[in-house]
């Protein structure tokens, strides 16, 4: 089974920049789609970003021109570089990727929060 480890959550004022990063391990099966989700309380889960195994990536308009997806294959790790962060990106970050069976395995998550 793949094991997703994740780092790089924490607190930042408005206006801060995080590095979130996603190990991904376990799986005999090249990793395709990777993506990060991210869960605020009392809110419906959002799709933050998409990047496929050439780079190839998308963005909620949300964050679009602020965070910037990357992966690197040969560490089996997915990064999300979070730049200007505005208290509405506070939530859980969870990162996901799908193996060439089409299965979809998650991590634990890690916390954002932006408040001054």
């Known amino acids: 089974q793949v094991q997703l480890v994740e780092s790089g959550g924490g607190l930042v004022q408005p206006g801060g920049s995080l590095r979130l990063s996603c190990a991904a391990s376990?799986?005999?099966?090249?990793?395709?789609?990777m993506a990060w989700y991210r869960q605020a309380p009392g809110k419906q889960r959002e799709l933050v970003a998409t990047?496929?195994?050439?780079?190839?990536?998308n963005y909620a308009d949300s964050v679009k021109g602020r965070f910037t997806i990357s992966r690197d294959n040969a560490k089996n790790t997915m990064y999300l570089q979070m730049n200007s962060l505005k208290p509405e990106d506070t939530a859980v970050y969870l990162c996901t990727v799908d193996d060439t069976l089409l299965r979809r395995y998650w991590g634990q998550g890690t916390q954002v929060t932006v408040s001054s």
């Open positions: 990047i496929t195994r050439s780079g190839s990536a």
């Open positions: 376990g799986s005999i099966f090249r990793f395709n789609t």
